[in-house]
């Protein structure tokens, strides 16, 4: 049974940092390109960052230069360093698959807010 357990939100200042993490259980993690999303209410769940197997990275354009995904395989985690954040950072963040038409079951997300 796939597992993933996204940790490290808070509630931080505008211009202030946070480091998500997600863990996962349950498949062969260093098999799989993983993913950072966030959703905010009534909004569909976009894509924030994504890294290959191989390490490679890719962002949307609204976080590029401030977040920094990363993975650690020998402790089944992905990482979200979050930088410069601003109020419109403000989601819940999860992380899964990047896509390809299906996902793990998701996670509870971990909650991330950025006051003015």
């Known amino acids: 049974q796939v597992q993933l357990v996204e940790s490290g939100g808070g509630l931080v200042q505008a211009g202030g940092s946070l480091r998500l993490s997600c863990t996962a259980s349950?498949?062969?993690?260093?098999?799989?390109?993983m993913a950072w999303y966030r959703q905010t209410p009534g909004k569909q769940r976009e894509l924030v960052a994504a890294?290959?197997?191989?390490?490679?990275?890719n962002y949307a354009d609204s976080v590029k230069g401030r977040f920094t995904i990363s993975r650690d395989n020998a402790k089944n985690t992905v990482y979200l360093q979050m930088n410069s954040l601003k109020p419109e950072d403000t989601a819940v963040y999860y992380c899964?698959?990047?896509?390809?038409?299906?996902?793990?079951?998701w996670g509870q997300g971990t909650q991330v807010t950025v006051s003015s």
């Open positions: 899964n698959r990047p896509g390809g038409g299906w996902y793990y079951a």
């Open positions: 349950g498949i062969i993690f260093s098999n799989n390109a």
């Open positions: 890294i290959s197997v191989g390490g490679s990275t």
